[in-house]
Every structure is written in structure tokens, then in C-alpha cells.
């Protein structure tokens, strides 16, 4: 008998268990159901709501309360200003005196001259001429003789039979052809000689500015002008005044005069001013 109960009581007690057993399982399946369920995205509703505020345009202001406008979409592009084109100006035609380009003369002559400020001297026999650029003939082919061009390039010594002068560039006698001789030009001042043998220094103008006793030396020359002598420089101004009778020429810059009256020979610089024997 006693052992019925024990059996009786086993059994209840298992039976105890196992339903404990099996609510528990349940009870973690549902839990593992749950955590496995996609949690819904909970929708989010748009912001309708217009905002009254002070919008400012670009180009105008807006008022408060007004309905925005649509703002211009800015490309990120920057936008590149397109400069004007320069219009490049025609330069002008360059003169017949600045052009370099050298035509062939238009007749044949025996020989010519390198060209020198847009003139070359053309020579035929024994007869010359002055050519411009184009080959043309500047002056008739009536010279005995055409020297280059002078100190300057604006002035050509001429010659027909025993009379000499200066053309310009253009073949105008601008010191008449009326001398024995001319020399060169030295800065503005040329020593000439007429038919009758007076001699004197000359201007480009063909004007007389005194008369000549000698050349240059050291810059200087004597010239006369009446009786008296003086010395002018190379630019034919007069830097001594004529009032010595007597006068050297200068030499390590210094000359020896004396005054018109007087028998003392004393020593000047080139300005005249006395530095020697001096009274």
C-alpha cells in the first residue's frame, strides 16, 4: 500500500514539472517571435507651414508676409566674363623717309650709292643724281659731283663745273652753288671759300659768321670779324669776343692774346679769362 502512494506522488510530481516545462518554452518562443518582428518605420508627415519671413531677393526686397519665391539655382560653374576684343588699330603707313624697303632704280646707272636717311647718289658717266627709295630720280642728272650726306644726314654737298653748295634731301639748294669750296660741316659751322678768295665760317643757312683765320684745335678757332680776333667753338657761337689784335691758337687750353693799343701779351683759358701776366 505504501508503495502506491510513493508511485502516486512521483507521478503527481512529475506531471507538476513537466507542465511547468512546457509553459516556460512557450513563454520564450513568444518572446523570440516578438524580437524577431520588423519594428514599423513610423511615417514622418512634411512641415506644410510657410513661415512668414523677410525674404531678400537678388535683385529687389520682399515684403513680410509675401509667398516665397523660388530662389535662382546658381550653377557651381563660375560664369567667365568674356573681355571685348581689342580692336587692333591699322598702324598708319609708314612715310617714303621711314619705310625700309629699297626698290630697284628705275634706269641703270654705272653705280650707286648705299642709301643714307631714304637718299642714295647715283652716279651715270660722269654725271650724278639723288635717288629716293623707290629707285626714282630726286634731282635731274645734271651734277658734276654729289658728296653723301653730311654731319646730320640732311645735307649733300653738290658741285656743277667749279662752284659748290648743299642740297637737302629733296634737292633744293640750300647754300647756292656760288663758292670755291666748301668744307664739311663740323656741328653746324663749315669754313668756306668764295671766288673772289674771301674766306669765312658759314651756317647751315648759308649765312656768313665771321671770318676765318684758321682751323680747329682743341674745339676752338680764330675768326676775325673787322679787325679784331676772337675764337668761336665748334658750334660756331663766339666764346671769346673779338677784341685782341693779337691771338695763338689754343693749345692744352690756353692762348696767348693781346689787346688791340696795348704791347702785353698775357695767357686766357677757353673762357677768357686771364690766367697769366695778367695787368
Known amino acids: 500500500m505504501s508503495k502506491n502512494i510513493i508511485y502516486s506522488c512521483l507521478f503527481m510530481l512529475f506531471l507538476i514539472s513537466f507542465t511547468n516545462c512546457s509553459e516556460k518554452k512557450n513563454e520564450q518562443e513568444q518572446i523570440v517571435k ?16 510657410q513661415k512668414d519671413e523677410k525674404i531678400i531677393d537678388e535683385n529687389q526686397g520682399e515684403k513680410v508676409g509675401e509667398p516665397i519665391k523660388e530662389k535662382k539655382v546658381i550653377d557651381d560653374k563660375k560664369e567667365v566674363k568674356k573681355e571685348p576684343k581689342t580692336e587692333i588699330k591699322k598702324q598708319p603707313k609708314k612715310n617714303e623717309e621711314e619705310s625700309t624697303t629699297i626698290e630697284k632704280p628705275k634706269k641703270t646707272y654705272d653705280k650707286v650709292q ?32 654729289l658728296e653723301g650726306f653730311d654731319v646730320g644726314g640732311d645735307m649733300v654737298r653738290a658741285r656743277i663745273h667749279d662752284k659748290v653748295g648743299y642740297l637737302d634731301k629733296n634737292g633744293n639748294e640750300i647754300i647756292p652753288l656760288s663758292f670755291r669750296y666748301i668744307e664739311r660741316f663740323n656741328k653746324g659751322l663749315a669754313q668756306a671759300k668764295l671766288i673772289d678768295g674771301e674766306t669765312f665760317y658759314l651756317n647751315k643757312q648759308g649765312q656768313k659768321v665771321c671770318d676765318v683765320l684758321d682751323k680747329y684745335y682743341e674745339g676752338m678757332a680764330r675768326v676775325k670779324i673787322g679787325k679784331n680776333i676772337g675764337y668761336v667753338d665748334e658750334q660756331g657761337i663766339i666764346v671769346v669776343p673779338a677784341i685782341y689784335s693779337y691771338g695763338t691758337n689754343f693749345t692744352n687750353g690756353l692762348a696767348d692774346v693781346k689787346k688791340a693799343g696795348s704791347d702785353n701779351i698775357f695767357t686766357i683759358n677757353k673762357k677768357a679769362v686771364c690766367v697769366k701776366d695778367c695787368k
Open 34 to 49: 516578438k524580437e524577431e518582428e520588423p519594428i514599423p518605420k513610423k511615417s514622418v508627415m512634411p512641415d506644410t507651414t
Open 114 to 145: 648705299p642709301y643714307y636717311n631714304g637718299r642714295a647718289v647715283a652716279q651715270s658717266g660722269k654725271k650724278y643724281c639723288l635717288l629716293n627709295q623707290k629707285g626714282e630720280e630726286v634731282t635731274s642728272l645734271k651734277y658734276d659731283f
